[in-house]
């Protein structure tokens, strides 16, 4: 019997504390209908008997204290709602039961944002992790020791896992339930839930914007003219050269500033610009790819699917109205 102890923190969403819960309850299941015993015992755990979620719009009730709890395979901690500082701040006391239940040799698992709370116990530290593409600045500001891995849905480090944004957590459940039964159980979950199985990037979903909460005024300068300029071809001696400074040290400094190097960060204001025409335009790809400043065909096919995990068409086909032939 494996024992999954599901954290109800304050500030949690009802959604990420319920939806594990269902998860492997219904796992136990489809486990009985083919004749086999229930693997998981599920529990509720918080720091009070009754957590009020949603300013009182919700109230769960805890089968445990984390107090009580003895021994737990897996700790899963939900995506967290509101300003993650204070979301954390509310809920320090799970810090260190969170580390001395790691510390006892149990996995622990974040859902989305959850992974503010993981990252706050100091677990993370020289390791990977994922949230939601949303919060991945304000995350690796927070905790610069993390390696923050952009787009990724699940990311699997020394008993720790966290997964990408908002829905994509039910990945990361379908990992875990795989892990701790088998392949066929973890498919007729996936059906059961409509769920695509194994989607392995949230690249798709995400929306490109920059990183502009530092102290370097001139490369917020370039940030701004990249972004005013996104359908002109720029180039990085371009920008060295408006602001008199060696390219060395103007690309060391972009690239602290900003976590992407000036060319990354070209290409990924142009692929923003061209996914917003791709969503609201009828034009074809190579307008889009004109009016966005490129001129080669492949160069863009290539840019672009590399950001967003999807080919031109493949984008259009998924956010028009009108799907698009070739």
Known sequence: MKSISIL??????????????????????FLQAVGKAPLFEVQLVGATKDVKLHDGAFSVHTDKLMKDVDKTDLIVIPALFGDMK???????????????????????????????????????E?????????????????????????????????????????????????????????????????????????RESQSAFMMFNGQKDHNDPEVKKAQDFIEDNSAERISVDQLVDMFAVSRRSFERRFKKATNNTIVEYIQRVKVEAAKRSFEKSRKNINEVMYDVGYTDTKAFRTVFKR?????????????????VVL
Not at 155 to 175: C, M, P
């Open 126 to 198: 020289g390791k990977r992790c994922s949230t939601h593409w949303a919060f991945a600045n304000e995350f690796r500001e927070t905790f610069p020791d993390v390696e923050l891995v952009d787009g990724s849905i699940i990311t699997e480090e020394h008993r720790l896992y966290s997964s990408g944004g908002a829905n994509s957590y039910w990945n990361l459940l379908l990992y875990l339930l795989e892990k701790y039964t088998d392949r066929d159980t973890a498919i007729l979950a996936a059906k059961y839930f409509a769920i695509d199985i194994d």
């Open 307 to 323: 950001i967003t995990g999807l080919t031109p068409i493949e984008y259009r086909n998924k956010y028009y109205k009108e799907p």
């Open 86 to 124: 204070q979301a954390v701040e509310v809920n320090k006391d799970a810090i260190p039961w969170l580390v001395n239940k790691y510390n006892e040799g149990t996995e622990i698992a974040s859902l989305c944002v959850g992974a503010f709370l993981l990252a706050s116990t100091g677990l993370l």
């Open 8 to 29: 109800v923190p304050n500030s949690a969403v009802m959604e990420a504390v319920a939806d594990p819960r269902y998860m492997f309850t219904a796992a136990n299941q």
